[in-house]
């Protein structure tokens, strides 16, 4: 390590925030069988890459779903299961994140950072972060700076009052503590829609054992 000021410098400066649009594939079914069109808000939305649903395209095994950015990457998924894949991306009216230190895609400093978070040995995540991180500066998602908790309520006043508010998360309860997250399971009650892309969503972290695996929670009725 020839640089360690440097070093330190980054890790003063940066907080781990992964941003892997893929995931997108897995919240696409759920947000599809919601009532049309949608008002999405992301808390924890680091670069904003997954509140581009619409604008990926995806192949559920062959199963193909053509996003409305041509340019944007393919997001491939397996299916398991009665998965009611949809037809057409979702109709998003709007779409805004929450993040304590939000990225931006067009600052090259910001995506080489998101670039170090990828494990190694994963195939194709690098390419395919660089690919969504060019929809995100084509179609640049609003982002603002704050608490998944105490800035939630403004910005969700922001959004359309006849589109379905949906308020979602992928991997960010991990850094929230236990009395934190279930503040925010009540703040995101009726009638909002959540949909959680979590380890044990909105419940405290359990010992893991072995590999671990995510959970999907999505509640289609108003909670």
């Not at 890459?49 to 192949?59: E, G």
């Not at 179609?139 to 922001?158: E, F, K, S, T, Y």
């Not at 236990?178 to 959540?194: E, G, H, L, M, W």
């Amino acid at each position: 390590m020839d640089r360690p000021d440097e070093l330190t410098g980054v890790m003063i400066a940066r907080r781990t925030q992964t941003n892997e649009a893929a995931r997108c594939a897995v919240l696409l079914p759920a947000l599809a069988a919601l009532p049309q069109p949608l008002a999405l808000l992301e808390v924890g939305a680091s670069a904003g890459l997954t509140l581009l649903p619409d604008l990926y395209s995806y192949d559920y095994a062959g199963h193909r779903v053509d996003g409305l950015d041509t340019q944007g990457p393919l997001l491939a998924c397996r299916p398991c299961g009665p998965v009611p894949l949809p037809g057409a991306v979702p109709d998003v009216a709007w779409r805004a994140g929450i993040d304590l230190n939000p990225l931006d895609a067009g600052d090259e400093a910001d995506i080489a950072w998101l670039a170090c978070l990828v494990w190694p040995g994963e195939k194709g995540r690098t390419e395919r972060l660089h690919a969504a991180a060019g929809v995100a500066r084509r179609h640049p998602p609003r982002l603002h700076r704050g608490d998944l908790l105490d800035d939630l309520p403004a910005v969700a006043a922001q959004a359309p009052p006849d589109a379905t508010l949906v308020v979602y998360h992928t991997a960010v309860l991990a850094y929230v503590e236990q009395a934190r997250r279930q503040a925010f399971a009540a703040a995101v009650a009726a009638p909002r829609r959540r949909v959680a892309l979590q380890r044990g969503a909105g419940r405290p972290p359990r010992r893991r054992r072995g590999p671990a695996t995510q959970r999907v929670p999505v509640d289609p009725r108003r909670q």
